[in-house]
């Protein structure tokens, strides 16, 4: 019976559904101050990183992330990352960020709040989200050279170099 | 009304709102295999967790529906597990049903979900989400400088599945309050007010924190939580109190990161809380199993880890702890080291090497070291290999003369975005683990583990994971919370998709 209900479950799915929408969310920074979605996202492109500090894949990931950051932060596109360490490692989330080079803003979701509210199971999970806050991709787990397919996805929900320049 | 109107009338809303969004996600495992040394044999069961959710403007209706497939049908359920409806923006919210929600730290009161988990215990042999809500109401307000929390519910004691009838799962109602403001810029205080009604009994608790971002990236953060007594003064620190105290600072100075913390509690096992432990979350297997798992009924103690990264990526971390327990006069001290150094040899290839030492009486492991290397190389076309290999050695005194030793070697190939295949091999010389209790003999002889993996992903909606062969269990801690995983040799498939 389970597995019936959920093959039922699980082949309704491969109808192409109309994209998945982020809605807005308040979560603390790693100083403390309460900070919404809709204040941080990006005028093009938002990417949304949950991560913790225990995951060995978010950590092997996160400087790959960070370059992407540093190439793209100009072009509206802002990179957010989500940490579900909750209490156990909270007080080593800052120096940890700290020390893996992140520079864009960092939200603490102790009690999985929105990783609940986003369906996320695993971790690494990145999304890609659009200027409507429609979530276009999204990679679950790291693997070596994932960075370049979330690149192509970047590069595709922005205007052309040559658009730009007109 | 019945759930199938109740299912019904929310896909008729979905259909007359255009605007509205309703998504699922689904969980399938599906198992064929034994547990060693347990009957009944080559069982074949199935575990399915389906998540529902409507949103409308600012109403989210949600679900969730957990099932679970064994050969003896007592064994079976198919239950809504969790429902509820939120209504609100991210200032203010109002909640009805299922909900999670921390207090503090945990100290008092902490609900969580470890997404993607299953548990299973050996006592009952059934499957469920891993989770700890409450069920009941939350009204909270958050601003910039305000943040109001009001609940009422009752909490689930998640070691019961989900045959258990919901009384025994759900025992006590718990009511609080919880209000922190930011006094200044860089400064928010607050506390909070909880009653628990069980069984007729009534317990009152309180607790009150601190937060400051100092000068010099300096951060701070203290709390102190106590049962309401009155046999029991404000903040007694006293053996015989029921209280627990908890303060961290972290400190970062251009490429150095140091974090301290330290525990004192007492009498503090509430069933609902979850207390910080102050101890590594390992990532290594061997490191992993070998927690040290918090006792809130009497532990106190430190931790402290320092990273430093190096200009050309390299990073350095170390990492003390230490817990006391004193139960019944008897004083156990648990204490740990731990160094890792992350080598970056180029773009596509970086080592970790650790070492670690610990001394855990609790568990009678004495003088325990370990020792590894994990190797990640990236090669063209989105090919990838890690390699992870860990030793470990520690004394069981009160079992054999000789040194114990663990083993694990891993090696996984992947290309991104969709594939990977995995094999790990464990072996243990652990009298604890080398005898089968099956039988009559002592068996002293090693015991392995070797099993495969493959990870599959068909689209961004549906994932496939797939296991064969031995895996060694035994205390694992994920996503901050420690609990009992079972051995399992024979086939498991996974399937996750989200809509």
Known sequence: MTMIISLLVSFAFFISPAPSKVANFRLNDLESKSKTYAELKGKKVTVIDFWATWCKPCVRSIPKLVKLHEQYKDRGVQFIGVNVDGTRNLPKVKPMAHSLGIKYPVLLDVNNQVMTDLKVTQIPTIFIVNERDEIVAFHQGYRPGEEEILEKEIQKLLPQETERKQ | MSMRRAISSLFL?????????????????????????????????????????????????????ESFTHPEAVQDYYQFTQRGVRLGNDKVAFTAGNFYEILGRGLLLRSYEIPGTVREDIGYRVRHGFYRDLDGVLLKYQSHTLELKALRGRPLYNSFPPTVASEARRPSLVEGLEASVRVAQDWSI?????????????????????????????????????????EQDLFDFSHGSSHAFYASANYIAGPFGFSLEAKDYNDFVLLFNDPPPLIKEHTYVVLNRSTHVLEPDNESGWQAEAFLRFNAGHVLTLNA??????????????????AEFEYVLDEETSVKLFADRSHDPFKLEEKREAFGAYLDKEWAQHWGTILDVEYQTFARAALTHEQVRNYAVAFTLARAPRFSVGVLWERSTDPLLADNPASDRIETKARHWLGGTLGYKYNDRHFLNAFYGKRRGGPTCTAGICYEVLDFEGLEVRWTSNF
């Open chain 2, 13 to 65: 809303l979905w259909a007359g709102c255009a605007s509205a969004q309703l998504s699922f996600s689904n969980l399938l495992e599906y198992q064929l295999g034994n547990l060693p040394s347990v009957s009944p044999r080559d069982l074949s069961t199935a575990y399915n967790q389906l998540n529902l959710s409507y949103r409308f403007r600012y109403l989210k209706a949600f679900a969730k529906f």
């Open chain 2, 190 to 230: 607050g506390g909070a007010y909880l009653r628990n009604e069980r069984e007729h009994r009534l317990a009152k608790y309180s607790t009150v924190f601190i937060n400051a971002n100092l000068p010099f990236e300096v951060q701070l953060y203290s709390e102190f939580a106590q049962q309401l007594r009155p």
């Open chain 2, 321 to 338: 702890s230490q817990a006391e327990n004193d139960f019944f006069g008897r004083r156990t001290i648990f204490k740990e080291l731990f």
